[in-house]
């Protein structure tokens, strides 16, 4: 299978623009192989070292979104219902800023890569620019709320609490692009445990203030899910705070001139928006095509709605720490180009696959063999009439789960390497076009009066991410990304070669 095909028998493949070399796994080479593996530049350990603060940094978005969705459940069907549209279309209005602030970790890793200190923090202070002037922009949309909701045509009882959900979470949603853009900074230059500390500090906070506001406890007021929503916004403002304090007073703000470079560097801001805008762009058109999916499922029913609801969130508890290593991905690619060395960019890549690959097929046969399992927190104080039929829902979503999980491992790790070396616009114009064409227009003509298949939505959306994750693998293959640069020179100062555990490296790297 190409996916797993070992360097090092011999056998040619004409692959894009060059060959690869391509063998199979040999019986009582393996173990040797994967030591090597383990060890070498760009190998398992690296991969693991940089992405694993970083899966539990994006874990802790999962388990705030986990958190709060299992109280909504305690609370109310409606408020469960209505906390995923309107959250995921909230989130909508700010990805494409929250892509686009966050792409200057590619900056800040080429150029750590590229050994000039002196460029890193020019780039982050663009980046915060943009998330001051984000606040603003965003705001207005607070006032179409009600209109969007209501073309939507959900219940009457849900589309209130959306309204509600959907306000708050815009107003504050200046503080998710400043925590984008100064969480950049730490992650480009390797430093991930600091994002890890202060998103477990903030994810902590926001489950107390969960708990606090959606049910009125320690005296606090009983507010449901617009509690729910000021407990996240309350978080995510002291996250971001901390973030900037660290960025602007931490030890290494003398050794990368934090505040000699604060100051307008239009070239420097120009390239991030070249450069981040595709990739904010294709953010925010990623979450619409979802949103839109969702708003779409909530035609067929509360049932339809609230179990979608429930499938995705016990996904995202498994796939969205995954997001970690897609970030260490484009980090170590990023900092390998910074080097001019595109052949450890591509062993970086296939060493994040190998195991964000084995990690999600393990997961689909839990999906497929105990479903069970992982809707037992939901259930736990939910009523249990209201509950089964949800139950029963979710279950057979969690099949399509199962399937479509494998493929996704690639879109993440495969589209994280091309934006790590600038191909954004690409991964932009493959990922909006394919998701439309594929998962929106269907499901809109199986949703629009209200009478459709779950399953054939289902299905369409799964058809969507299978056939995405192969054009993602293409364009790798084809090595391309392979000299591009985002930073002013294309090469950097000489570095030293690193020893190769497998045999030469031919154009393109295979796993």
């Known amino acids: 299978m190409l996916l797993f095909a070992q360097p090092g028998t011999g056998t040619r493949a004409a692959c894009g623009e060059g060959e690869v070399e391509m063998a199979g796994w040999r019986l009582g080479a393996g173990t040797e192989y994967l030591r090597r593996r383990w060890s070498s530049p760009a190998g398992y350990r690296e991969v693991l070292v940089l992405a694993g603060p970083l899966v539990l940094s994006t874990g802790t978005s999962t388990v ?60 982050v202070w663009q980046a915060i620019r943009l998330s001051v002037a984000a606040a603003f922009i965003v705001m207005p949309f607070a006032l179409a709320a009600k209109p969007v909701f209501d073309l939507a045509g959900h219940p009457l009882a849900v589309r209130q609490l959306e309204c509600d959900y959907f306000r708050i979470l815009i107003l504050g949603g200046g503080f998710t692009v400043l925590s984008a853009a100064v969480s950049a900074f730490f992650t480009g230059i390797g430093q991930t445990r600091t994002v890890m500390w202060v998103s477990v500090s903030s994810t902590v906070l926001n489950a107390l203030l969960d ?40 030890a290494q703000s003398r050794e990368y001139n934090v505040w000699r470079t604060r100051g307008f560097d239009r070239p420097l801001f120009v390239r991030l928006l070249r450069f981040g805008a595709p990739s904010g762009l294709h953010f925010m058109l990623d979450v619409l095509a979802w949103s839109l999916f969702i708003l779409l499922i909530g035609r067929l029913g509360i049932t339809a709605l609230g179990a979608t609801n429930l499938a995705f969130q016990v ?64 259930g736990a104080k939910a009523d249990p009439a209201q509950f089964a039929l949800l139950r029963d829902t979710t279950i057979i979503m969690l099949r399509f789960v199962a399937v479509y999980s494998v493929f996704d491992s690639a879109n993440l790790i495969f589209s994280a390497a091309l934006k790590g070396a600038g191909d954004t616009l690409f991964v932009m114009l493959m990922s909006s076009s394919l998701s439309m064409s594929l998962m929106v227009v269907p499901t809109w003509f199986i949703c629009r009066d209200g009478k459709g298949s779950i399953w054939a939505a289902w299905t369409a959306l799964t058809v969507f991410i299978v056939v995405l994750a192969f054009f993602f693998l293409g364009r790798f293959l084809k090595g391309k990304w392979r000299t591009m640069r985002v930073t002013e020179s294309p090469h950097s100062p000489p570095y030293p070669t690193y020893p190769n555990p497998d045999l030469p490296v031919t154009h393109t790297e295979v796993p």
């Open 64 to 123: 705030q979104q986990f958190v709060n969705r299992v109280f909504l459940s305690w609370y109310s069907p409606e408020a469960l219902a209505a906390s995923l549209p309107a959250g995921a279309l909230s989130f909508t209005v700010l990805c494409f800023f929250i892509g686009t602030a966050s792409y200057a970790n590619t900056f800040v890793a080429q150029y750590h890569g590229a050994r000039q200190p002196e460029r890193i923090a020019g780039a």
């Open 211 to 250: 708990y606090g506001l959606i049910f009125g406890h320690w005296g606090l007021p009983r507010l449901g899910i617009v509690g729910a929503a000021y407990a996240t916004v309350i978080a995510q403002g002291l996250g971001s705070v901390a973030f900037l304090a660290l960025f602007l007073f931490g």
């Open 315 to 378: 996904n995202s508890i498994v796939f969205v720490p995954m997001i970690g290593f897609a970030i260490a991905t484009s980090t170590l690619v990023g900092q390998r180009l910074g080097q001019d060395r595109p052949d450890l960019a591509a062993r970086t890549t296939w060493s994040a696959f190998h195991i964000t690959f084995t990690y999600m097929t393990t997961l689909a046969a839990f999906y497929l063999l105990a479903p069970s399992l992982f809707l037992l927190p939901f």
